[in-house]
């Protein structure tokens, strides 16, 4: 596609539940990102993804939270018994490289209720 | 450790006056620096980034920032607001590696 895209943009669940957000990356771009947006804060970096192998998950709050990006494209970002404190828009970005700008989606809201 | 300090949570300006987004840094080696911008509803959208060379920096949209090297900043700057520059504008640094420290933005509001 002409962009990066990220379904759903909106997510309601409930305490507790299981949630997955979507990637879709521009086409051949082998960096991909995942960060975290609060209200009035900026980006966090959560994890990074170079081809199919995530290179850095420090971000990443706790096991609670993984992704995958198996074919080096599309990547799912999971949350097992999400708890009201990861409601935060979920952004994801790809590039081309380290040092290279980076391409957002327009992210996924995720409200824990 | 690299981060970010944008220092102001909103910069109002008059329409067709100057503007100053302030943006510094702290990082181990060189670094690569971003601006980004981010409309209501929409994703981040690249601005403009310095890697080396020129301290001035052009970028999308007649936005400019000048890299400062002795007092670590990265200021984005734009001759003449247009009222739809009202958005809310990120730096973000990297210390030539894939990881990008996003600072925690700041709010322009330009007044007609």
């Known amino acids: 596609g002409a962009g990066v895209s990220q379904t759903p943009s909106n997510k309601v669940t409930e305490k507790g539940k299981y949630v997955e957000l979507r990637c879709d990356p521009i086409?051949?771009?082998?960096?991909l990102y995942w960060y975290r947006q609060s209200l009035g804060q900026g980006p966090e970096f959560l994890i990074y993804?170079?081809?199919?192998?995530?290179?850095?998950d420090s971000g990443l709050p706790n096991d609670r939270f993984f992704a995958v990006r198996p074919e080096g494209s599309v990547s799912t970002l999971k949350i097992q018994r999400t708890e009201r404190g990861d409601s935060a828009m979920y952004l994801c970005?790809?590039?081309?490289?380290?040092?290279?700008?980076?391409?957002f989606g327009s992210g996924t809201q995720l409200s824990v209720l | 450790a690299q981060s970010v300090a944008q220092p102001e949570d909103q910069v109002n300006v008059a329409e067709g006056n100057p503007l100053t987004v302030k943006c510094t840094y702290s990082?181990?080696?060189?670094?690569?620096l971003f601006w980004y911008v981010q409309y209501p509803n929409r994703g981040l959208q690249f601005l403009l980034k310095?890697?080396?060379?020129?301290?001035l920096v052009k970028g999308s949209y007649g936005f400019e920032a000048e890299f400062n090297k002795s007092q670590t900043s990265f200021h984005l700057k734009k001759p003449s607001a247009l009222v739809s520059d009202s958005a809310l504008y990120f730096c973000?640094?990297?210390?030539?590696?894939?990881?990008?420290?996003f600072g925690t933005g700041t709010r322009l509001k330009v007044l007609a």
């Open positions: 970005a790809s590039g081309e490289g380290a040092g290279e700008k980076l391409f």
């Open positions: 086409s051949g771009h082998t960096a």
């Open positions: 993804f170079q081809g199919t192998g995530a290179a850095d």
């Open positions: 990082v181990s080696g060189n670094p690569y």
């Open positions: 310095y890697i080396t060379g020129d301290n």
């Open positions: 973000a640094v990297s210390g030539g590696t894939y990881k990008y420290i």
